[in-house]
């Protein structure tokens, strides 16, 4: 555990009630609390088209940056708020260095959707059994699949596979017809 200092402000994680997390943290913000609620940016289906939607890295959970002479009171009656999570009878502290990893993850997720694969681009498995096959994207599967068009077995085949095993291809893939 990291150590406090009573001048020098740490990150804290609170609780909030169920499903009210950009409630507490909007009311946070009114109070003037230092907040951070980390969010990735995803892509999902909804009624038939294909959107970007902000989801919860810790679904009802944000970071509160506080001195130990800050004014703690006000947490408790904040709407929205829970409560402030504890290990060891005190506030449980997280590192900065956390934080950081967390806003680079939450950053990278929103430059990934903004480069989205598209109907049509050809891909390549980079690992798995089925490496080094080329492909054509077809659709998002999920949050973290993807289906792809094979030339295999001298036919096409529709493959099902996570995203983490697929890189961009700059080779154009001819499927048979």
């Given at each position: 555990?990291?150590?406090?200092?009573?001048?020098?402000?740490?990150?804290?994680?609170?609780?909030?009630?169920?499903?009210?997390?950009?409630?507490?943290?909007?009311?946070?913000?009114?109070?003037?609390?230092?907040?951070?609620?980390?969010q990735l940016?995803?892509?999902?289906?909804?009624?038939?088209?294909?959107?970007?939607?902000?989801?919860?890295?810790?679904?009802?959970?944000?970071?509160?940056?506080?001195?130990?002479?800050?004014?703690?009171?006000?947490?408790?009656?904040?709407?929205?708020?829970?409560?402030?999570?504890?290990?060891?009878?005190?506030?449980?502290?997280?590192?900065?260095h956390v934080?950081?990893?967390?806003?680079?993850?939450?950053?990278?997720?929103?430059?990934?959707?903004?480069?989205?694969?598209?109907?049509?681009?050809?891909?390549?498995?980079?690992?798995?059994p089925l490496?080094?096959?080329?492909?054509?994207?077809?659709?998002?599967?999920?949050?973290?699949?993807?289906?792809?068009?094979?030339?295999?077995?001298?036919?096409?085949?529709?493959?099902?596979?996570?995203?983490?095993?697929?890189?961009?291809?700059?080779?154009?893939?001819?499927?048979?017809?």
């Amino acid at each position: 555990m990291p150590v406090t200092s009573p001048d020098r402000p740490n990150w804290y994680l609170l609780q909030c009630k169920p499903r009210q997390d950009e409630r507490a943290h909007l009311n946070l913000l009114q109070q003037n609390y230092v907040v951070y609620h980390p969010q990735l940016v995803r892509e999902r289906v909804i009624r038939g088209k294909r959107q970007r939607v902000s989801e919860s890295l810790f679904p009802g959970y944000l970071f509160i940056q506080l001195s130990r002479n800050d004014n703690w009171a006000p947490l408790r009656s904040t709407r929205g708020v829970s409560r402030v999570v504890e290990f060891n009878h005190g506030p449980a502290t997280v590192a900065e260095h956390v934080i950081e990893h967390l806003r680079g993850r939450c950053l990278a997720s929103e430059m990934a959707t903004d480069e989205a694969l598209r109907p049509g681009e050809p891909l390549q498995i980079i690992s798995g059994p089925l490496s080094p096959l080329e492909g054509v994207f077809l659709a998002l599967h999920g949050n973290d699949r993807v289906m792809l068009l094979l030339q295999f077995l001298n036919r096409e085949q529709s493959v099902c596979l996570p995203r983490s095993v697929i890189e961009r291809q700059t080779r154009a893939f001819q499927p048979c017809h």
